[in-house]
């Protein structure tokens, strides 16, 4: 699949293809997907240096002002999925939540991501609709079979570049290892390209030993929002493929947003604050004003983009 990126210098045309990603999982290296919301976010998790990104299902309805509930509708992630595929030239993995519904509502909204260049699904065996892993103890686990429906559903709709990773949240709801490691081989034979293992403990000792038992059989990917303090060379040395830090540019958004609200408000004033925010140039850099400019100069006649201000006119204009 191709697309124009006019992220950038120049208009490239780039091929957005899950293969990278599905690369990144069978590498021997560490891999680290960063959490995005939307096409901002998307594009400075990319400036940042991270290979992939996770469109995180909490981040996407918390922007939205939703909870993480189902709240949002599939159509609402979908939009904001093709925002952050045209703001990066990095694959993008959805959270897709337990689907939507049943197969039927799974491969639907796979097939539109599919269309909108994402490079992945993520599917948990939850029923529908879901509830945040960390919003209390309420997490009834999908039927296996079931399922494995929906797994075996969007690999059959989907081209064979497209990445499906099953998210086993047996730990979550508290059902033990044994019942993630029974999920895990079952998943396993719908045809999943990895396996995703959920916890909520604030260390990674279950992880670890899913990791070992698991030996492999698929990649593993991991989301240690709980377990932050553990370092990365613990992972790599459990053979652990990919690590998902999944909600904390929202959150640096919130704290960053929260606090300068907060003296905006007290001090009457943006004087104290206006070196400690993004400056406006850094804002047009990350949307590619500068590739319009180019871009007019290239189609506009030549009059009109003479009147055309630049983006220093512009942020000496906002600055004003």
Same mark, same amino acid.
């Given at each position: ?28 290296? $560490? ?7 939307? %096409?901002? @976010?998307?594009?400075?998790? &990319?400036?940042? #240096? !991270?290979?992939? /990104? ?53 491969? $639907? ?7 909108? %260049?994402? @490079?992945?699904?993520?599917? &948990?065996?939850? #029923? !529908?609709?879901? /509830? ?189």
């Amino acid at each position: 699949m191709s697309k124009a990126i006019s992220f950038g210098a120049e208009v490239l045309p780039v091929t957005v293809s899950s293969t990278t990603l599905r690369e990144l999982l069978l590498s021997k290296e $560490l891999t680290f997907l960063m959490e995005a919301h939307d %096409g901002l @976010s998307a594009a400075i998790a &990319e400036r940042a #240096g !991270f290979r992939g /990104l996770w469109a995180s299902g909490l981040s996407i309805a918390s922007a939205l002002g939703y909870r993480d509930a189902n709240e949002a509708s599939w159509t609402q992630v979908v939009d904001v999925v093709e925002r952050m595929v045209d703001a990066t030239n990095i694959p993008v993995l959805v959270d897709g939540d337990s689907g939507f519904g049943n197969f039927n509502n799974a491969r $639907l909204v796979a097939r539109k991501l599919e269309q909108r %260049g994402a @490079s992945g699904m993520c599917l &948990e065996d939850k #029923g !529908f609709p879901k /509830l945040n892993s960390f919003v209390g103890d309420r997490h009834p686990l999908a039927d296996i079979d079931e399922f494995c429906g929906r797994l075996k559903a969007v690999k059959d709709t989907t081209g064979p570049d497209f990445v499906v990773v099953a998210r086993i949240e047996a730990l979550i709801a508290g059902h033990g290892l044994d019942e993630a490691l029974v999920r895990a081989e079952a998943y396993s034979e719908a045809g999943p390209d990895a396996i995703l293992i959920h916890s909520g403990k604030a260390v990674a000792d279950e992880i670890l030993t899913f990791a070992q038992e698991w030996n492999n059989k698929l990649p593993i990917v991991i989301v240690p929002t709980k377990y932050y303090k553990t370092p990365a060379s613990v992972f790599r040395d459990a053979g652990i493929s990919t690590v998902i830090w999944a909600n904390h540019s929202m959150r640096a958004a919130i704290a960053g947003m929260r606090d300068i609200c907060g003296r905006i408000s007290s001090e009457e004033s943006i004087a104290g604050i206006e070196d400690q925010v993004a400056g406006l140039d850094e804002l047009f850099s990350l949307i590619g004003y500068h590739e319009l400019a180019q871009a007019e100069e290239q189609y506009l006649p030549k009059r009109t983009a003479e009147r055309r201000p630049s983006d220093s006119d512009q942020a000496q204009k906002f600055d004003n």
